[in-house]
């Protein structure tokens, strides 16, 4: 699985950081980073956390096929 | 006992991500969302920010109607609960019993008003969307405003305003805003933002009255002051919305009181929200926020713990809210009830420096971090609270914070020079 980040929503309020800080984090400019995009099964719960914590609902899971 | 039937009172963010977690847990039976307002589930965060400062077309809801209808949520928006029953466990709505296994409150908080002045025209809160839609048109006609009250909504409206080129005066009754939300240190750094911009604030001034015939003309103050307005938007906070909960048996003290899984001491009832006041075990303190993140996480917990309440789990957060101003992003993770307040990065007396961060202390504990345009820093710091983290370990990261800023702006000139 990938996770996705929609730069045209996201606002790098960081809270997807707080949740998953492997996957995620914000720059001085206020830019969202995405420090990697594939996901373990391990890693999931805390990817889907900062998922559903996106005020802005800037990211997603993407299956892959 | 498997719960059939769930209700949710109130259709924002913590009723939908409610029903939602519903679904998602698996719940297969009837769910009813009921809300007092007739739109579909919106977002208030930019109805003082961007959806007030910019002109988009379409309000920002969560979700389309289609998109509900495929969870199979009964809707009935536009009907506020006007009572509820928890011996025979209905939902009123006026005369109608909606029956409910499991029920999720989320029905917020409503603006405070001045009293006095519902019956003037260009008059008002800022909490809706039509609240939202009516001040952006007043707004764009370029009407005189007054904003009352410092707080966030008010400074985001006076921000939003001046982006549209319309002059505004704020009035705070106290003598530094956001003592309450930031401390006074940086209450009054934060305020400065509002000179720094061209807006004019004043502080430790009441309003004596707010005057017009039919549409309001002046705002009145303590001192004798006369301001003309066309528009007023106050914003003077918020009260949990539990009138409707009288006599049901719930406890209200400063909104409803909930344990740690947000359950209300009533069979099957659960709350979540700007209604909730629960017990954060994370904090170890009784709590009630109005913030976008504990009304969509709470949601979501609170739904989960109706549905399956012998195995419900407690809600702990470290609190997170942010809050934008002219170009400047505000945002606050923890608690701002501290011992000592310590600016460990920028200086607000400085019109060059344009980040700040400051540290909350409690005993021995960071208990709260406040950045202005701190955005890369913030969330580090809501990773250390949530782990419990020293004062003495809190410090030690800013000065390995600062430490490293300065390099890599070292490191960019000799770029830049090279």
């Not at chain 2, 769910?31 to 930019?46: F, K, M, Q, S, V």
């Not at chain 2, 006076?158 to 002059?167: E, L, N, Q, W």
Request: with cysteine.
């Amino acid at each position: 699985m990938k996770v996705e980040v929609d730069y045209d929503k996201c606002t790098g309020l960081g809270i997807c950081e707080s949740l998953a800080p492997d996957f995620f984090e914000v720059d001085d400019n206020g830019d969202l980073i995405l420090l990697k995009a594939d996901v373990t099964d391990a890693e999931l719960g805390e990817v889907e956390e900062a998922i559903n914590g996106c005020p802005t609902e800037a990211l997603r899971l993407h299956r892959d096929s | 006992v498997t719960v059939s039937r769930v209700v949710v009172v109130g259709a924002s963010l913590a009723g939908l991500r409610a029903v939602e977690a519903a679904r998602k847990a698996g719940h297969e039976g009837p769910i009813t969302l009921i809300g007092a307002e007739p739109h579909l589930p919106y977002d208030r965060p930019p109805l003082s920010k961007a959806f007030l400062a910019e002109d988009a077309d379409e309000p920002p809801h969560f979700r389309t109607e289609g998109d509900l209808r495929a969870l199979d949520v009964e809707l009935r928006l536009g009907t506020p609960a006007t009572g509820l029953d928890t011996t025979r466990q209905v939902v009123l709505i006026g005369s109608e019993e909606v029956p409910y296994d499991a029920l999720v409150i989320a029905t917020g908080a409503d603006a405070r008003h001045l009293p006095g002045t519902e019956e003037l025209d260009g008059v008002f809160a800022l909490r809706t969307l039509d609240d939202s839609l009516a001040v952006r048109s007043a707004l764009d006609a370029g009407a005189r405003t007054v904003v009352i009250g410092a707080g966030f909504i008010g400074s985001e409206v006076a921000s939003s305003a001046a982006k549209r080129g319309v002059d505004v005066t704020i009035i705070e009754a106290l003598p530094t805003p956001l003592v309450r939300a930031t401390g006074t240190q940086m209450g009054a750094a934060i305020a400065s933002l509002h000179s720094r911009n061209g807006t004019s604030l004043r502080c430790g001034v009441g309003v004596a009255s707010v005057e017009g015939s039919g549409r309001v003309e002046r705002v009145v103050l303590t001192d004798g002051t006369i301001i003309p307005a066309d528009l007023v938007v106050v914003g003077v906070g918020v009260a949990p919305n539990v009138a409707w909960l009288e006599g049901s048996g719930i406890t209200v003290d400063n909104g409803i009181v909930c344990d740690e899984t947000l359950w209300t001491g009533v069979p099957g009832v659960y709350a979540a929200g700007d209604v909730a006041s629960w017990h954060n075990p994370t904090l170890d303190l009784r709590q009630r926020m109005e913030n976008w993140t504990a009304a969509a996480e709470q949601g979501a917990a609170a739904a989960r713990n109706a549905l399956d309440p012998a195995n419900a789990r407690p809600y702990g957060t470290v609190p997170y809210f942010w809050s934008d101003w002219y170009d400047v992003r505000i945002q606050f993770v923890g608690e701002p009830g501290a011992d000592e307040v310590l600016l460990v990065d920028g200086d607000p007396s400085d019109p060059d420096s344009t980040r700040w961060i400051a540290l909350y202390r409690k005993g021995e504990r960071l208990i709260g971090v406040l950045t202005v345009q701190g955005q890369a820093e913030i969330m580090k710091y809501r990773g250390l609270i949530m782990k419990g983290a020293s004062w003495e370990d809190a410090i030690a990261h800013a000065d390995k914070r600062r430490a490293l800023a300065a390099d890599k702006a070292a490191a960019n000139k000799m770029a830049s020079a090279g």
